[in-house]
């Protein structure tokens, strides 16, 4: 069965520096997502990605934020200058795109839990 | 603006009964979907029902059944016959925009 994968699990890292969280959406595919959960909190929208573009972005996703589809398959989140406060799961989502915009259910990577030191 | 509520943020059920977890919604638009998702504790989301706006029927998927009162705005979930492995976090979400927005969650604790 086809199913979303991401890359690193976990990393630490010290704050300011540049984290990169990678994933594979699947195949077929063509919206992609990036969400957070904080521990213990809901899960929350960054941003959705759609015929190489931003669709949207939630008002987490702040400047330091930014995503990527470099080669076709990969689906990236960058943060640029870490802060305590990104330590969370950050999960990678990705849906067809067939029916409206309320139809189709997200698929879920096992998420990269990002701790920040 | 679209929100999603749970108001129970943790729920305990005898194992082999029924349960209902409450969701309830708020949106203007008029096409919509309805989700639940499961968390265990490993983390992973996993999606177990869902419901558009439009249908008429409730849904069902095996033992997960989904209450849809569209002029309540409400689609609650109801688990038959719980097992030890239903325990988890329960996720209700709602789909509009392409977007999918979660609620609190609600932490089930099925009892042997």
């Known amino acids: 069965e086809p199913e979303v994968t991401q890359t690193p699990s976990h990393q630490v890292t010290q704050m300011g520096q540049e984290v990169i969280l990678r994933c594979v959406p699947i195949s077929n595919h063509l919206y992609f997502y990036w969400y957070r959960q904080i521990l213990g909190q809901k899960v929350e929208f960054l941003v959705s990605?759609?015929?190489?573009?931003?669709?949207?972005k939630s008002e987490i996703f702040d400047d330091q934020f930014s995503v990527e589809r470099p080669d076709g398959s990969n689906f990236t989140l960058k943060i640029r200058s870490t802060k305590l406060e990104d330590s969370a799961m950050y999960f990678c989502?990705?849906?067809?795109?067939?029916?409206?915009?309320?139809?189709?259910?997200?698929?879920f990577g096992e998420g990269s839990r990002l701790t920040v030191l | 603006a679209q929100k999603i509520t749970q108001t129970q943020p943790g729920m305990f059920v005898q194992e082999k009964e029924a349960v209902t977890l409450d969701c309830t919604y708020d949106t203007s638009d008029q096409s919509y979907g309805l989700f639940w998702y499961k968390q265990p504790s490993s983390g992973e989301m996993i999606f177990l029902i869902y419901?558009?706006?439009?249908?008429?029927q409730n849904a069902t998927e095996g033992r997960y059944s989904l209450n849809f009162q569209k002029a309540r705005k409400s689609a609650n979930l109801v688990i038959s016959a719980s097992q030890l492995g239903d325990s988890a976090m329960y996720f209700c979400a709602m789909k509009s925009s392409y977007k999918l927005i979660f609620g609190s969650g609600t932490r089930l604790l099925v009892r042997p």
């Open positions: 989502a990705s849906s067809e795109a067939r029916g409206g915009p309320g139809t189709g259910e997200l698929f």
């Open positions: 419901q558009g706006s439009y249908d008429e």
């Open positions: 990605f759609y015929n190489n573009e931003i669709s949207e």
